[in-house]
């Protein structure tokens, strides 16, 4: 009976929910069925969430359209995160030296400041330092240093950002 509900919620959530173009209800139905979501957080329309349930977010963060959030094995973001277009946060892969090809689960840890750039892959098990930056298209497969900035496939330190955050982001909350 509860992996019935959990895929009605699925696809309810993925399908019709991140459709509606007002995203107080969307904030709405996630919260009422376990995400944690910090103030003034928007998350944009066209995501499709696994285990949204296992998510935690902080305040004053932004997931814009498109992004794939696989939080199965628990994603936590911190606050003042931008995450761009069309991102993949996967927590989930496969042993593939298994003959029965299980499944292997590690979460994700994005922490404060961090801005994730358009079509970027953050793989499981990563946990990105305070204020880093990755750059469009990038993947991520360990873990990044505070402040780094990061490009390529895999992702390597290209630079580093200057430590002086004094903003939130605030994109507009209603039509999302």
């Known amino acids: 009976m509860k992996l019935l509900i959990l895929s009605l919620y699925h696809y309810l959530l993925n399908h019709i929910i ?13 919260k009422i069925t376990g995400t944690k979501i910090g103030k ?21 963060s932004h997931i ?12 936590e973001i911190g606050s003042n995160v931008s995450i ?13 030296n298994d003959p029965m090809f299980e499944g292997r689960f590690k979460s994700i840890k994005i922490n404060d400041y961090v801005w994730i750039g358009i079509n970027s892959i953050i793989l499981q098990g990563v946990v990105i ?10 993947v991520v497969t360990k873990d990044v240093p505070d402040n780094a900035i990061m490009a390529g496939v895999p992702a390597k330190i ?7 955050y004094k903003y939130h982001c605030k994109p507009i909350e209603f039509f999302v």
């Open 18 to 30: 991140f459709h509606i173009p007002i995203h107080c209800f969307r904030k709405f139905c996630l």
């Open 40 to 60: 003034k957080t928007v998350i944009n329309m066209n995501q499709y969430f696994m285990s949204a349930y296992k998510l935690k977010i902080g305040n004053y």
């Open 64 to 75: 814009n359209q498109g992004c794939f959030i696989d939080a199965r094995a628990g994603i």
């Open 84 to 96: 761009s277009h069309y991102v993949r946060l996967v927590t989930g892969s496969h042993d593939m």
């Open 129 to 138: 330092g305070k204020g880093a930056v990755i750059c469009a298209g990038a």
């Open 158 to 164: 290209i630079g580093y950002r200057q430590p002086d």
